[in-house]
């Protein structure tokens, strides 16, 4: 009985739709490198990959691979009862009340957007914990960031898939604000986003730096890489890896 129970789930796990079957952790291209100097809890949801900073209340990054399938989909964007606790995140996550626009004056912001997940109700849900949430101005948060959101999307279609992270900038000094109940959020100056395009026809990357007015500027990874202190890309070969994050092409990456 138990070697046909074995055998029962082996086959069951076989068939999983594609998006439904794990990825092993060294072939998700959109993974940083583990951190150290901060603290640090990775959460894999459905859709995406979160690495949660307990002393800032924010995540250090969200990671996500998006296909074009995935761009694809018919669940509706959750209403603003959906901004809830991470039930996977041990400490510090936020409440969505904890944000208080009238108060502070930040928006609940999106790291791995809600357009992104519309092809399953799990992932809509999740996409919506408040570990993947950071304070963000209107003005960028329904500005540029949201341009770069709508940019993505396109590329995914156009390309295949697409592989992107992004967070805030929490080197030291680049503290804007700390909101909340207990003035324990941390809202940064500014954010990234590095989108890597990996597949037989091309291999190029690019980084966004963003300020919380909406102002932007297109970077290299490495150049991402040294003002975020993170290791992007990291599961790249490593001649690869050199060679696709040294080089921009604006051109390439315009949005």
């Not at 969200?62 to 400490?91: N, Q, Y």
């Not at 604000?177 to 990234?192: H, L, W």
């Not at 989108?195 to 990874?221: C, E, H, M, N, P």
Request: aromatic share 12%; charged share 25%.
């Amino acid at each position: 009985m138990k070697r046909q129970m074995i055998l029962a789930a082996l086959v069951s796990l076989f068939f999983l739709p594609l998006q439904a079957q794990p990825r092993k952790i060294s072939r998700m291209l959109e993974l940083p490198a583990y951190l150290s100097g901060r603290p640090e809890q990775l959460v894999f949801h459905e859709a995406y990959t979160v690495s949660f900073n307990s002393s800032a209340r924010i995540p250090n990054w969200s990671a996500w691979m998006l296909t074009s399938e995935h761009t694809e989909g018919e669940e509706a964007r959750s209403g603003t009862e959906a901004f809830a606790v991470d039930p996977e995140i041990k400490s510090g996550c936020p409440s969505g009340r904890d944000y208080q626009f009238a108060v502070y004056g930040y928006d609940r912001g999106h790291m791995c957007p809600a357009m992104d997940n519309r092809w399953s109700a799990t992932a809509m849900k999740e996409c919506f914990y408040m570990s993947n949430m950071c304070p963000q101005k209107h003005e960028l948060n329904g500005g540029s960031w949201k341009n770069l959101e709508e940019k993505c999307h396109r590329w995914a279609k156009e390309f295949g898939c697409l592989y992107i992270c992004c967070g805030p900038v929490l080197s030291d000094g680049e503290i804007l604000d700390k909101i909340g109940p207990d003035e324990r959020i941390v809202a940064p100056q500014r954010f990234f986003k590095a989108v890597l395009r990996y597949d037989s026809v091309a291999k190029s990357a690019a980084a966004f730096i963003f300020d919380q007015s909406g102002r932007w500027v297109a970077v290299t990874v490495d150049e991402a890489e040294r003002i975020t202190g993170l290791d992007l890309f990291h599961n790249l070969p490593d001649r690869e890896e050199r060679k696709i994050e040294a080089r921009l092409d604006s051109l390439a990456w315009r949005f």
